[in-house]
């Protein structure tokens, strides 16, 4: 049984990162400034909407509308997802 290493560089002898660098890909920053442009458009609209489910006619915020429909989006993406694995 072997200890791992590091380098003067702080990094496992794996070439691995650890902690929140590691997340700090491309695709990860992407997803962030996706997000924060997201929340930042949600909330940029705020007047009451009417909003028809089925039969009934509800009336909310907006944002309430969008938020719910964006946490929907990714429960849904995060089902086919992973469902690919």
Known sequence: MTAKTTSQSGRKAGGTHS???GSLT????????LLAL???FIFENTRDTEIRLLIPLVTMP????????????????AYFMGRRR
């Open 19 to 21: 902690g929140w660098r």
């Open 62 to 77: 907006l944002w309430l509308a969008l938020l719910a429909m964006g946490v929907i989006g990714a429960l849904v993406g």
């Open 26 to 33: 491309p695709k990860g920053i992407t997803v962030l400034v």
């Open 38 to 40: 997201a929340l930042i």
